[in-house]
């Protein structure tokens, strides 16, 4: 079995276990129908664990920074979770980040459309 295999497959697992963790989690000012774990990254040595986070609630750009902000205050909840559903010599250490895929997603359909409009008025 590969490294990389592994590596994939420990990364769907904390996935998994940190949005069931978001959904029974009752932080203040985190409504967890609207928060979305999009996608973990972790280091080679398994020590460390990026979390990219998307909140679709409204305004959603205002919040989404303090959305994330209150999730790395919390990271020792999440960890925990971590702990008790997966093991592991050693719990990796949660970072939550702002996933910019979505946004990055519909400013290229934006373009994709204004360069169409413009094509169709030539």
């Not at 205050?73 to 971590?82: D, I, S, V, W």
């Amino acid at each position: 079995m590969s490294s990389t295999y592994r590596k994939e497959m420990l990364e769907s697992e904390i996935k998994k276990v940190l949005t069931s963790a978001l959904r029974e989690s009752r932080i203040p000012k985190i409504d967890p129908l609207y928060v979305s774990i999009v996608r973990v990254t972790v280091s080679k040595d398994k020590r460390y664990s990026n979390i990219f986070v998307s909140y679709f609630g409204e305004n959603a750009e205002e919040k989404k920074e303090e959305i994330i902000e209150i999730l790395n205050e919390n990271k020792g909840y999440f960890r925990t979770a971590l702990a008790k559903n997966i093991r592991l010599f050693k719990v990796p250490e949660v970072k939550f980040l702002p996933d910019k895929g979505i946004e990055a997603s519909i400013r290229v359909q934006e373009l994709l459309n204004k360069i169409h409009e413009e094509d169709n008025k030539n």
